[in-house]
């Protein structure tokens, strides 16, 4: 029963590129949570997905993040044009609906570093 | 705004227990008490939850006040590898975490 499933564990982007971030959830989990966790620095909401649809995107900076959850295959977090304060890590979580005061399981992680 | 007060670190012996507070003094009736710690270089790991009563799993026990204005989260016997920065959430119906600072424990050996 494989938990949830982030890749690449490690990325390097040079600024101006762009960051494209994954996140398979545990089996039968169709909602999924990404969060920030900047250096030194507790860990930030960003956005909350369903299968096609965005429930609440109010963590997620205004411009260059995008998020997508399709109805096949993983959610992908996507950074345009990266620059240095877009180096951290990206945790995402996932849960069935409804059941998230049960507890989130949450992925090891990508770590971004912009250079 | 997390709504949750920790302290920032706490220090404790191997093999010993050790009770992390949190005061959650706005708590509403609804919102669960939720515990997650993050071990260096790791993705957070869901710990316990709780509502009213006290409960208990492997990891760890949770004792909550009985206005639910505070909880503990007590771990019977520190080891090596509990080392971790422990957060203490409020669950409400909104389903999204709201991370706090969080409380670092440092267990010496």
């Known amino acids: 029963n494989a938990g949830v499933m982030q890749n690449p564990r490690h990325l390097v982007r040079r600024r101006g590129q762009e960051a494209r971030l994954r996140c398979s959830p545990m089996?039968?989990?169709?909602?999924v949570y990404w969060y920030r966790q900047l250096p030194e620095e507790g860990l930030k909401f960003m956005v909350y997905?369903?299968?096609?649809?965005?429930?609440?995107e109010s963590g997620m900076p205004k411009e260059r993040f995008s998020a997508e959850f399709p109805k096949e295959g993983p959610s992908i977090l996507r950074i345009q044009q990266v620059v240095r304060g877009d180096s951290a890590a990206y945790f995402c979580?996932?849960?069935?609906?409804?059941?998230?005061?049960?507890?989130?399981?949450f992925g090891s992680g990508t770590r971004l570093t912009v250079v | 705004d997390a709504k949750t007060t920790q302290p920032n670190s706490m220090e404790s012996n191997e093999e010993e227990p050790v009770h992390l507070p949190c005061n959650h003094s706005?708590?509403?009736?609804?919102?669960?008490i939720h515990w997650y710690r993050q071990l260096p270089s790791q993705g957070p790991e869901y710990v316990i939850h709780?509502?009213?009563s006290n409960v208990n799993n492997r990891m760890a026990s949770l004792a909550i006040a009985e206005d639910r204005k505070s909880s503990t989260l007590i771990l019977h016997r520190a080891t090596l590898r509990d080392a971790a920065v422990y957060y203490c959430?409020?669950?409400?119906?909104?389903?999204?975490?709201?991370f706090g600072k969080g409380t670092k424990l440092t267990v010496n050996p």
């Open positions: 089996k039968g989990h169709s909602h």
């Open positions: 979580a996932s849960s069935v609906p409804g059941q998230g005061i049960y507890g989130y399981t």
């Open positions: 997905l369903q299968k096609e649809n965005i429930i609440d």
């Open positions: 709780g509502l009213t």
């Open positions: 959430i409020r669950v409400g119906g909104s389903e999204k975490l709201v």
């Open positions: 706005t708590i509403s009736g609804t919102d669960y």
